[in-house]
């Protein structure tokens, strides 16, 4: 990373703005924040007055494009899922930013209005069916009941209400203490949940009692603005209703039309005039002089010589182009990521800890290697290792073209689903023991075997867990290792000798000393007596480097060390996990002809796939957060610190356009 500075003369700063927003070769950074005494000397650059009109044209065209685009007919389902629609891209040419407003407001004075108020009157309709249809549904619980909607309430001499209820009893033995009332009723619900539609008819003197019956036990209906017999009423309501559809629809029609004519011009039009807003608002970053401004900024090392060409080139040589190596401080530069493309997406991972700061090691493809292996470890079935690279290849193939995202994902999908395979097929693993359950009931010994480094596979865990287990500590014990020597070559590129010598070269001899005489004592190794004094001595020195670091505290490294390593145990765990969930849901299966003979033939492939698909899914989060925990915690914690912020150029988004020529003048 290289720090930049230029002074460009101010007839080009404009054209210097644009193409380094196109070619997106330098993070620009605000002076007055980077070194404020700079302003002592030279003047604060003010926010362009453009920027406030491009901010208002861009929320004149959202509202307009959020309006039209609801009105446009959506995919839904799976056809959306297979076949997403890609915006069109149009290819333009720059233009004076006032001609941009005009065209703005050319195009949005032809539909603007319109739709806008279109919208309203949509609204206005959709509220009034909602009420229509709320007086319907009540309404039609009241045909059987033949009075004229507009007396419910009270009048000179009578009070009537009408509701819902669920406790009819105690109504009726309310009522029946009052002389000068009547009740009528018919069932609407269920017998599990009774409901009652109820009409209520007293003596206006006996008000005051019904009111409390009625608050108490009575969900009431609000239909004081009906006038009619519910049956009257009910056809009233039904042609409203259509009439309101039939003007929703025409509403609809005239917005669909209008989307399908502006929609795709509006959505370019807004994306110029915002890049041209962020264009604008830049330069709220820069100083200037009474002839020139003064951009800084970051590039990278590699294209430090293109940026040089691209300015000198566009301000005709009107520009001063100055770029330094940084100090990490005080100007703490940021940092950017550079990995191959099957690794981009274990970015996210590494920036989900923390973005590496400047000069400190990329962990990105040494986690991407380690959380491969143990998602595979830990998943451990070939069928369900064949399942996920299936549907990663088909994500590749199918909407790789789509989205960039959907295709990293995918591809780390393939890998996980590759070894995953590989350890089923070393660990004799294909839907569990669905194969020689199934197939081969009669032989006991596995189909295939081999030898690598005098191992014996296939290693089945249930019957032998001690192998894997063996596996899965000496994977720890490498990438624990690893994670040493990883700091120990940051702290020599840092010259922290001393951090080097006591805290991570400290590891070296303990563990090899430390294991010689574990090997001897406890597991019985047969060891000559100088090695033996060897060892002791090597676990002594990493002891002696270890305390003058940690002071007493160095006892607790060794047992948290030792820790992180057990840690790595639940390889097994959840490699068992994948198995024994598998087995036993062949197991049900198998049964299930011999408990139920004709419906459990039928059922037993349904009870396999479910079973399966929630034991690959159970599984393969259980294995992925598994994995990525053993990155966090146990290997980037022997030498990641973290903490730096990513590298941000100053670089357009294009969704809906692209330029005429790529490199602009």
Known sequence: MKKVTLIVHQNYVEDVIKNLHENGLMEIIDISGEKPDTLNELEQTSTHPNVGVCTTYELRLSRVIDILKKSKKQQSGIKAILHPQLPKIKTVEEKPIEKLFFHAENLLGEIEKNTIDNEQILEKINEQKQGVNQDFQIVKHLTDFDFD????????????????????????????????????????GTKKEPEWIIVLAAHISEKDKIEKICRDKLLEFDLKHLRGVPTDVLKSLKKEMIKLEKERLRIASYLLGQSEKYLGDL???????????????????????????????????????????????????????????????????????????????????????????????????????FFIIFFGVMLGDAGYGMILIILSVFGIFKFGKYSSLIKEWATMGLLLGITTTIFGFLTYSFFGDFIPRFFFTKQSEPLYSFNIFGVKFPIEPLRDPLSILTIALILGLIQLNVGVILAIYQSYKRREFKNMLTKNLSWIPLQIGGGLLIGYYILGWY????????????????????????GPLGFFAVTGYIGDWLSYARLLALGLATGGMALAFNTVAELLPQIIPIVGLILMPILLVIAHTVNLGLNTLGAGVHSLRLQYVEFFNRFYEGGGRAFSPFKTDRKYTKLKNENIE
């Open 149 to 188: 909607l507009s007396d419910i309430g009270e009048s000179y001499y009578t009070l009537v209400k009408a509701g819902r209820t669920s406790d009819l009893d105690s109504i009726k033995t309310e009522i029946d203490k009052i002389e000068k009332s009547v009740l009528y009723f018919k069932e609407i």
């Open 527 to 550: 060891i000559n007596n100088i090695l033996i004094y060897v060892a002791a001595f090597l676990t002594l020195l990493g002891f002696i480097l270890l305390f003058i670091k940690e």
């Open 267 to 369: 959505l370019i039009l807004r994306e110029e005039i915002q890049l041209e807003r962020i264009r604008k608002e830049v330069s709220k970053n820069f100083a200037k002089t009474q002839k020139t401004y003064v951009i800084k900024g970051w590039v990278l090392e590699n294209k430090d010589y293109d940026l040089k060409i691209l300015v000198e080139r566009v301000s005709k040589n009107r520009v001063v182009y100055s770029s330094d190596v940084p100090s990490v401080n005080p100007d703490n530069p940021p940092t950017y990521i550079e990995t191959p493309a099957w690794a981009k997406v274990f970015r996210t991972f590494v920036d989900m800890f923390s973005t590496p700061k400047y000069n400190e090691l990329n962990p990105t493809i040494i986690l991407a290697i």
